[in-house]
């Protein structure tokens, strides 16, 4: 798990590119931006990624026009990335690269 510094720098991009986009679409007054991105400020500092997820999750709740970012921050990976993570896993423990390829069926 990324460290809560990262994650939150990750976190405050997602919500000003959700921002700037409801801004541009009009969807958001510029004044009411001043308050929302006020109120997102203030949930800060994280201890922990769960206590983040909780606070996001009660913005979001508040403010629905942010589901968007927090659906890209906290959303489940596919099973298909899940596989892949699982393959990537295995193959990082097998002693050579040879090793890994031929575990997966890529070599011989």
């Known amino acids: ?3 809560i510094e990262k994650l939150t ?5 997602l919500f000003l590119d959700q921002l700037i986009t409801l801004l541009e679409s009009e969807s958001i ?3 009411k931006s ?25 913005f ?12 890209r921050m906290f959303a489940e990976p596919s099973q298909k990335t899940k596989e892949l993570l699982d393959l990537i896993q295995k193959l990082n423990t097998e002693k050579s690269p040879l090793d ?9």
Do not use: C, H, R, W
């Not at 929302?36 to 500092?45: C, K, Q, R, S, V």
């Not at 890994?100 to 011989?108: M, R, Y």
């Open 34 to 58: 001043k308050q929302i991105t006020a109120e997102f400020l203030n949930l800060g500092p994280f201890s922990s990624f769960e206590e983040m997820n909780v606070k996001i999750k009660l």
């Open 9 to 13: 720098e990750k976190l405050e991009q």
């Open 29 to 31: 007054e510029v004044e």
């Open 60 to 71: 979001v709740d508040t403010y629905p026009a942010f589901l968007p970012f927090y659906k």
């Open 100 to 108: 890994a390829l031929k575990s997966i069926g890529v070599a011989e």
């Open 1 to 3: 798990m990324e460290d």
